[in-house]
T-cell receptor, first 113, second 113 residues
Framework: NAGVTQTPKFQVLKTGQSMTLQCAQDMNHNSMYWYRQDPGMGLRLIYYSASEGTTDKGEVPNGYNVSRLNKREFSLRLESAAPSQTSVYFC????????????FGPGTRLTVT | GNSVTQMEGPVTLSEEAFLTINCTYTATGYPSLFWYVQYPGEGLQLLLKATKADDKGSNKGFEATYRKETTSFHLEKGSVQVSDSAVYFCALSKDFGNEKLTFGTGTRLTIIP
């Protein structure tokens, strides 16, 4: 099993450009999440999907959109990138029921100039 | 709302020293508590967890006890190794069926030989 995979690993965008970060999991998990990690702020939840077909806003959703394409895949889109979105983005997944431990992907380092 | 406060870093210790990283939380009811570890260039991995008061989570020589009376979940290890150098995150999950995690800001640990 690959676990949680993310693409790309690195990306540089200019202000105003758009892009989609891809995430897939092969653990048959129902719930998936997108976080951003910034120095001194820990991880903050952007959006999550409790199950296929549903998505909800997290703590910092402004400037982002998500799509739960199917049970395996959960993408994050930046429609018009801003320098404040420079961050490391992590995707995670978990079973719906159980001890709530989350499994994380390796991250995407995004720089917006 | 829910929150997690953990000791500020960075923390630098010599190999074989005793480690404590403090973590306290604010939440109503009975959250589940976690410690995640992030090695350089990687995503977060679950280190240990506890799901009810007085439970002790343990893994790889690390331990943490869920203390409801002091709302704490301090991470300890008796003898650290260079390979323990990483960033450690305390987190909580609240309410059955709500899998969202609230993270602390992280503590960077460096072990010198």
């Amino acid at each position: 099993n690959a676990g949680v995979t993310q693409t790309p690993k690195f990306q540089v965008l200019k202000t105003g450009q758009s892009m989609t970060l891809q995430c897939a999991q092969d653990m048959n998990h129902n719930s998936m999440y997108w976080y951003r990690q910034d120095p001194g702020m820990g991880l903050r939840l952007i959006y999550y999907s409790a199950s296929e077909g549903t998505t909800d806003k997290g703590e910092v959703p402004n400037g982002y959109n998500v799509s739960r394409l199917n049970k395996r895949e959960f993408s994050l889109r930046l429609e018009s990138a801003a320098p404040s979105q420079t961050s490391v983005y992590f995707c995670a997944s978990t079973r719906t029921l159980g001890p709530y431990e989350q499994y994380f992907g390796p991250g995407t380092r995004l720089t917006v100039t | 709302g829910n929150s997690v406060t953990q000791m500020e870093g960075p923390v630098t210790l010599s190999e074989e020293a005793f480690l404590t990283i403090n973590c306290t939380y604010t939440a109503t009811g009975y959250p589940s508590l976690f410690w995640y570890v992030q090695y350089p260039g990687e995503g977060l991995q679950l280190l240990l967890k506890a799901t009810k008061a007085d439970d002790k989570g343990s893994n790889k020589g690390f331990e943490a006890t869920y203390r409801k009376e002091t709302t704490s979940f301090h991470l300890e290890k008796g003898s650290v190794q260079v390979s323990d150098s990483a960033v450690y995150f305390c987190a909580l999950s609240k309410d059955f069926g709500n899998e969202k995690l609230t993270f602390g800001t992280g503590t960077r640990l460096t072990i010198i030989p």
